[in-house]
C-alpha cells in the first residue's frame, strides 16, 4: 500500500471543471479554493481569503466558515473559533450591511496551508457536485427581504455552532453552509432545504434544553 499524497499533491490531482460546465461564473467557489490553497505559502489569512473570495462576499464567507465544522473531525476544536465570525455575519446579514465586516484579529487569523490543503482536498469534490446541481430558481426565496430571514436563520445556528458541545455542531453548520450556497447560487430550493435544517435544529436543541430544565427543576424539588 502506497502512502497517502502529501495535501499540496492531492490539490494539484483536482481537475479543473471544463469551462463548458460553468455557464454562469468562469470562476467558482470551488476553484478559488483550489487556487488559495495550492499557493507557495505556508500560511494563509482569513484576510487573503476574503480578497480571493471579493465579490461573492457573504454567501462564500458563511460557506467557508461553516465547512470545517460540516466535516467533524478534520480541524477539531474550532468551533468556537469559526462560530464568532459566523455570528458576526448573520448579524450584518440580518440588519442588511452593505459589505461584510469582520474584526482584525479574525482577518489576521492564519491557517497553515497544508492543513488548508488537506481541508479542500477533502471538500471540494463535494462542493463540486453541489455547485453542478445548484442554479437560479424560485427567486422570490432568495430576495433582499429573504436574505434579512437568512440573516436570522443563521444568526441562530452560529450561536448553535458556537457552543463547545462536541459533533453537536455538525448539522447547525451544515444550515449555515446551505443558506450561503442558496445566497451564492440565487437557489430558492436550497434555501427551503436550509430553512428545514433550521427547523430540525430548533427542535433538537429545544428538546435538549426542554430536557436540562426539568431535570433541574426535578433535582430542586428533591
Do not use: K
Not at 15 to 30: D, F, G, I, N, T
Not at 124 to 133: D, F, G, H, T
Not at 186 to 203: Q, S
Amino acid at each position: 500500500m502506497t502512502d497517502r499524497p502529501p495535501p499540496a499533491a492531492e490539490i494539484r490531482d483536482i481537475p479543473a471543471v471544463p469551462e463548458e460546465q460553468e455557464p454562469r461564473r468562469s470562476r467558482r467557489l470551488s476553484d478559488i479554493l483550489v487556487e488559495v490553497a495550492g499557493s507557495g505559502r505556508q500560511t494563509v489569512s482569513v484576510s487573503e481569503v476574503l480578497r480571493a473570495v471579493g465579490e461573492r462576499s457573504f454567501g462564500a464567507l458563511l460557506v467557508l466558515f461553516a465547512m470545517p465544522n460540516v466535516l467533524a473531525g478534520v480541524l477539531p476544536g474550532l468551533s468556537v473559533v469559526l462560530g464568532v465570525p459566523l455570528m458576526l455575519l448573520s448579524l450584518q446579514l440580518l440588519v442588511a450591511a452593505d459589505r461584510p465586516w469582520l474584526p482584525a484579529r479574525v482577518l489576521r487569523f492564519e491557517l497553515r496551508r497544508t492543513d488548508l490543503a488537506r481541508l479542500v482536498a477533502r471538500t471540494v469534490p463535494y462542493l463540486r457536485r453541489l455547485e453542478r446541481a445548484l442554479r437560479p430558481r424560485l427567486l422570490l426565496l432568495t430576495g433582499p427581504w429573504a436574505e434579512r430571514l437568512a440573516g436570522a436563520g443563521c444568526l441562530v445556528l452560529s450561536f448553535m455552532v458556537f457552543l463547545p458541545i462536541p459533533f453537536a455542531n455538525l448539522l447547525p453548520a451544515a444550515g449555515v453552509m446551505l443558506f450561503g450556497l442558496a445566497m451564492l447560487e440565487r437557489d430558492g430550493l436550497v434555501a427551503l432545504a436550509a430553512a428545514t435544517v433550521l427547523g430540525i435544529c430548533l427542535l433538537l436543541f429545544g428538546g435538549v434544553v426542554l430536557g436540562v430544565l426539568a431535570a433541574s427543576a426535578h433535582v430542586l424539588r428533591s
